[in-house]
């Protein structure tokens, strides 16, 4: 089970809520000696291991005891971790989770997992010795988590931020330390990423605290900061020297990992070679319907056609933020109008363009302040932009994805009802456990379900009563998006376990995904990095399942938002929990 990401993935927040009534959303009172034993133990993971070895990830929780801290990037850290790790895995293993209330087998379920995982990546996926992504990146997402929310004075969270700094280069020094024979593609979009890092600090960082006034404290700045450049510029021409040269690993993580990853990660046991006949089949009905749809459009052409048409009409990409903006209103509209689910609040998230550290492989994301965040809330919704530099054609075949139905479908996956309106819901959690570990067949499936289920309650008629051919855009536009997931599931998968290569995972989002030769090389690179991000498709499957099951279970007294609240107050578990909760059997999620 994974810490959720606040970027992308992010994780709850508080916000000023509405006056919705909602249905209360917390753990049931742990009332048992069993119960209140494990809350401590699992509270000692977090307070002793878990945040002291991840302050940037404590920052974004909302945690700022160690803001003025950086993860311990060597290997000898690597080791503290791993025996470490050890040592928890054998102290919540040895909790007997027959003694435990259901909810908190759950919990001990979620923290079990989060230690397997962890270790599965250190000790065996082993991104400290192959991704030099992973340290550049790093250090900027850690100075970022300082800048982009003033949860303190701008003094305050600056001195922080000088902390972190000064520990940079040692971080950058250990990469050199670490790195051994990386994959090729690891260090190539090391070095596409590294220009933006080095404009990061040269300029973000200092732009974010232009207020200090403090001379001594601007001055330290300087040196830390400029410290933090020139040793990103070394790491630059290292790897462009001397590690890419040698740089001739596989990315790949084999299917015993990816079998185990999914298994900590998600709860998900079925063999590679079903899940892949599973989505095969909602692929091949996608494209089904796709050209069903395409066909209705205009007969006279082929759905690639149609699909062309679509891709091409977009806004000017200096538009694309304004657009973003305009659609979020009418979606929680119609939430309300046709009762989706509970909307717990009416503050809208913030539309930016994505951070630099992002933007070589994420077109779009949001970005939630940590569960414990009491003093900065915004919302940020991120919208990657074409650099102005590309050439018209390599512009027009990026934003080829950003189709005026394709926006409607991202502003639905990232905010209404996707991923803002669950990060509200978490508001109302009052179990630690479950507002900081989660499944991501939770959080992204519950994202992908909702562009589908939006269309199937009639959104399309909602914002366009009388125009056919915008209904057919919108339904076109999902299906577009649900290929793509589609083919990422397949790709995941064959890439890592050697049935596929980068150059055909390319093709593969072309011809079977639907989508721009520029898309699918975003996404394989993507792919070699994230072997799971299957988690789109496969939980939406599962959340479909599940909402069938219950339906069937219920009759005549199923409700849409009963339902889509109570999904929500089960936190970000994996399915398999849910499900658990809400029909009370352990059944397949798929």
């Given amino acids: 089970m994974k810490p959720l990401r606040r970027i992308a993935c992010a994780i709850a927040f508080a916000l000023p809520l509405s006056g919705v009534a909602l249905a209360a959303q917390r753990a049931p009172a742990v009332t048992t000696a069993a119960d209140q034993r494990f809350t401590r133990l699992a509270d000692r993971y977090f307070d002793t291991y878990y945040f002291p070895t991840n302050p940037s990830t404590a920052t974004s929780d909302g945690f700022h005891a160690w803001d003025g801290q950086l993860e311990d990037y060597s290997r000898a850290g690597v080791e503290a ?78 001195r922080a931020l000088i902390a972190r700094e000064k520990q940079m280069p040692a971080a950058l020094a250990n990469a050199r330390q670490n790195l051994d024979d990386p994959p090729k593609i690891y260090t190539q979009i090391a070095l596409e990423q590294l220009p933006g890092l080095v404009g990061f600090f040269q300029h973000d960082v200092p732009s974010a605290f232009a207020d200090v006034t403090d001379a001594n404290l601007k001055q330290q700045f300087a040196a830390s900061n400029g410290a933090v450049v020139k040793a990103l510029q070394a790491y630059q021409r290292w790897l462009q020297a001397d590690l890419l040269p040698r740089s001739h690993g596989d990315f790949r993580i084999g299917a015993q990992a990816y079998r185990d990853k999914l298994k900590y990660d998600e709860m998900v046991t079925l063999p590679l070679d079903r899940l892949i006949a599973i989505d095969t089949a909602d692929m091949h009905a996608n494209q089904q319907q796709f050209a069903r749809v395409a066909h209705e459009l205009d007969p006279s052409k082929t759905p690639q056609q149609v699909l062309a048409e679509l891709a091409a009409d977009h ?184 049935q596929m290569s980068m150059a055909q995972a390319v093709d593969f989002f072309v011809s079977q995904g639907y989508q721009s030769r520029a898309v699918g090389e975003v996404e394989t690179k993507r792919g070699t990095a994230d072997p799971t991000y299957l988690y789109y498709t496969l939980g939406k499957l599962e959340i479909l399942k599940l909402r069938a099951d219950v339906e069937k279970k219920q009759g005549k007294d199923f409700n849409l938002e009963r339902f889509h609240d109570a999904f929500m107050q089960q936190g970000f578990a994996p399915i398999a929990i849910v499900r658990k909760a809400m029909l009370g059997d352990d059944s397949p999620v798929l």
């Fill in 81 to 158: 971790n791993v025996k470490a790790l050890k040592q928890w895995e054998a102290r919540v293993s040895a909790v007997d989770p027959n003694t435990l209330s259901e909810y908190v087998q759950g919990d001990r379920t979620l923290v079990l997992n989060n230690i397997r995982s962890t270790l599965l990546t250190l000790q065996t996926i082993r991104p400290w010795q192959k991704n030099p992504d992973g340290y550049s990146s790093g250090i900027a997402s850690s100075a970022f988590t300082l800048m982009e929310r003033k949860f303190a004075s701008p003094e305050t969270r600056l």
């Fill in 315 to 498: 806004p000017a990409s200096n538009q694309l933020l304004t657009v973003f903006r305009g659609s979020l209103d009418k979606l929680v509209d119609f939430i309300r109008q046709r009762q989706i689910i509970s909307v717990p609040s009416d503050v809208r998230p913030i539309v930016e363009e994505t951070p630099p550290f992002m933007r070589a492989t994420t077109f779009a994301s949001m970005d939630t302040p940590g569960p414990y965040e009491n003093a900065a809330k915004e919302a940020y919704l991120n919208v990657t932009l074409p650099d102005p530099s590309w050439s018209k054609q390599r512009t027009d075949e990026f934003m080829a994805q950003f189709s005026y139905p394709v926006i409607n479908s991202v502003a639905t996956h990232e905010a209404y009802p996707g991923h803002y309106i669950q990060f509200l819901w978490m508001h109302r959690l009052h179990d630690r456990v479950r507002k900081l570990l989660g499944a991501n067949t939770n959080v992204e499936g519950w994202a992908h379900y909702s562009e589908q289920m939006m269309l199937d309650e009639g959104l399309a008629q909602y914002l366009y009563p009388h125009d056919r051919r915008q209904q057919l855009l919108l339904r076109l536009g999902q299906l577009q998006d649900a290929l793509l997931r589609n083919a990422r599931f397949i790709v995941g998968i064959k890439l890592h376990t050697g």
